[in-house]
């Protein structure tokens, strides 16, 4: 019985069915990054969409060769050879009530162009608290309301993000990003504990660290810790590594050594990925 319906390119101008779970929430969704008509980290995306979806109990039975098939279509169906994808697991057609569950998901593949900034990025403290016990932040969910209400706080404070902090005082992440501070030449990032998206960036960028010798700690980042951090940056799929100049009144160095040194082992490791695809 198949499990999850991928959407063909004319059902995906038009919108989901009325009773479909993504209405209420119900849905998850992975950004990609294309680079030279290839989807970068294909594999660890799928897995994570996998992993998410069995949590949140939506179908989903797409295997990775499928995936991968329906990724390179549509980076040829829309002459894509660099910019980014986005793929969205719906919870499926259900019953009226909350607790109801979709038999069926709907996957879509959204194409789209992509230029990466380069500028460091001001920061500012969002103005409420997160419950980092809260499930919802361990899963890439379609509901962004929360990130969109930040983000918007943030450019009217003439910031470009917004970081958020959790019950205890801990820094977890921005509305798109996970955070990342240097200090004495460590490579610190708070824990998925904390209230923190297992970012794909970041799980790479801590593996590879670990391969070059560069000490790096899941750690609950204080604010203590922030002022007294050398450098500050974020990471996500599509950006990769991007400095943090400010987080409110506090100034960070933005050319660190390591940052030069980190972006570049991404890089490599994108070029590494890039070539096993046929």
């Not at 593996?207 to 010798?213: F, I």
Request: one cysteine or more; a negative charge; proline letters at 4%.
């Amino acid at each position: 019985m198949i499990r999850t319906r991928v959407l063909t390119e004319g059902e995906c101008n038009f919108a989901f069915p009325i009773d479909d779970r993504i209405f209420l929430g119900e849905g998850l969704f992975e950004t990609l990054r294309v680079e030279e008509a290839k989807p970068c980290c294909a594999y660890l995306h799928w897995q994570r969409l996998t992993d998410s979806a069995r949590k949140l109990d939506i179908p989903f039975d797409l295997s990775f060769e499928h995936w991968l098939e329906h990724l390179l279509h549509k980076i040829k169906q829309d002459n894509l050879y660099h910019g980014g994808i986005k793929a969205i697991l719906s919870g499926g057609s259900a019953p009226r009530g909350l607790a109801a569950r979709g038999q069926v998901s709907q996957l879509a593949f959204q194409a789209f162009n992509y230029s990466i900034e380069t500028h460091p990025q001001r920061l500012v403290s969002a103005s409420w608290l997160r419950d980092g016990t809260n499930p919802i932040y361990q899963v890439k969910s379609i509901n962004y309301l929360e990130a969109i209400l930040a983000r918007r706080q943030a450019i009217a404070a003439v910031a470009d993000d917004a970081l958020f902090f959790n019950l205890q005082q801990h820094a977890t992440e921005t509305t798109c990003a996970n955070l990342f501070v240097i200090h004495d030449n460590c490579l610190l990032t708070p824990p998925v504990t904390d209230g923190v998206l297992p970012g794909i960036t970041r799980s790479r960028l801590l593996q590879c660290s670990k391969q070059q010798g560069i000490n790096c700690m899941e750690v609950s980042v204080t604010k203590t810790m922030l002022k007294e951090a050398d450098a500050l940056f974020v990471t996500n799929s599509l950006q990769g590594i991007r400095p943090i100049s400010s987080l409110d009144d506090i100034v960070f160095a933005v050319d660190h050594p390591l940052l030069n040194q980190l972006s570049s082992s991404l890089r490599f490791e994108n070029e590494s990925d890039q070539n096993a695809i046929a």
